[in-house]
């Protein structure tokens, strides 16, 4: 096996032409941090890597957008920001050592996409590279961009199926002047559900809102069926919250820093995770079904639920009550039988993408759950 690291993208595009002229399978990733994410790629004859592609293409922080090459480290990016008080605030997971692209290509976010988003919410424009040897830009630099076809959109999630990205255009957010982290304890699923509702009917709409069964809550260091609720803004207003939740745990700087960054680490720590789209009110269904640790995005639907073995995972995501749930095995340490249950009619327009853009089905044969 061949690994290649281009130093430019051109000299990527020209690699994955090659690799097309010859018939042979590609791998691409960025630093592989998430490789154990979206289903294993199967055997390549060669691998191109991103990270050769590190560098910032254009940044004004006036205009509260940025352009960076694919293969920049996620944290590097967040220190840039950080001087000049900005964020793209998507909390993935393997931060520490995940790249831009890796991050675009895999849909990562985290605890915050209640208030700000997934990554579709914040780019704004890529470049790639095709097999046949093209860069191709789609979107831009400015937030409102009706010119052309958002084909930004079809690579963000796509785990390097249709074409490599080498850069990643986005639209920045100014970071809160504080922010304050809240966490209330229960005796029970229905409890923590019950308090969810009040919060979500309330004035004070929080950033991250979250829920963690016992397991999950351990797993952190806390205690019970637990919420943790994220604020920010001026210190009025995080008096509010202060009023509005009293008796809850306060967190702030490091303590709440570190608090979070143990719940945005949660599935790359287990050896499976299924992921679990739902029903908003279904919040106290889910943490009552999993039988390990779990964490749900309690404001959005989402939840991840950790096992321990492939066939338990499957098990779970197969048993009828759990039918009207959408369920991806979406981190794996072993080959699992079955990583996408029930793809639906879009796995159709997903194989069609596919083909227009690699016909040949040579780009990371085997990711997305194993259906592309």
Request: aromatic share 6%; with cysteine.
């Amino acid at each position: 096996m061949r690994i290649l690291r281009p130093g430019t993208e051109q000299e990527l595009a020209e690699a994955l032409a090659a690799a097309a002229a010859a018939g042979s399978a590609v791998e691409i990733r960025g630093a592989g941090s998430k490789r154990r994410m979206g289903g294993p790629a199967a055997e390549a004859e060669a691998v191109v890597e991103t990270t050769g592609l590190a560098k910032v293409r254009q940044y004004d922080p006036r205009d509260l957008t940025i352009s960076v090459e694919a293969g920049m480290r996620w944290q590097e990016l967040c220190a840039l920001l950080d001087e000049h008080r900005q964020m793209v605030p998507l909390d993935p997971p393997c931060a520490a050592e995940a790249t831009v692209g890796g991050v675009a290509a895999t849909n990562s976010c985290g605890p915050r996409r209640r208030q700000y988003g997934a990554a579709r919410d914040m780019v704004i424009g890529m470049r790639y590279a095709t097999v046949e040897g093209m860069v191709a830009d789609t979107g831009g630099m400015v937030v409102k961009n009706v010119a052309g076809l958002d084909i930004h959109k079809a690579l963000i999630g796509s785990f390097g199926t249709l074409a490599a990205i080498t850069a990643v255009n986005f639209k920045l957010a100014p970071k809160p002047e504080h922010t304050r982290t809240y966490v209330l304890s229960f005796p029970s699923a229905g409890a923590a559900a019950d308090r969810r509702d009040a919060i979500l009917r309330g004035y004070l709409q929080p950033a991250a809102l979250d829920a963690l069964n016992p397991a999950a809550a351990a797993l952190a260091g806390l205690e019970g069926f637990c919420l943790l609720l994220r604020a920010g803004g001026p210190e009025p207003l995080l008096r509010r919250y202060d009023r509005e939740l009293e008796g809850a745990e306060r967190l702030e700087g490091e303590a709440e820093t570190g608090l979070w960054r143990k719940v945005e680490e949660f599935a790359p720590s287990q050896p499976f995770v299924v992921r679990v789209g739902h029903p908003i009110a279904a919040l106290r269904e889910v943490l009552e079904a999993a039988p390990g640790p779990c964490v749900c995005r309690a404001g959005t639907g989402i939840s991840y639920l950790g096992f321990d073995e492939s066939a338990r995972a499957v098990q779970w995501m197969l048993a009828p009550e759990r039918a009207s749930w959408a369920r991806l095995l979406e981190w794996a340490s072993a080959p699992a039988e079955i990583y996408w249950p029930d793809p639906g009619l879009e796995l159709d327009w997903m194989k069609k993408i596919k083909a227009a853009f690699d016909p040949k089905g040579l780009l990371n044969r085997g990711r997305l759950y194993g259906r592309i």
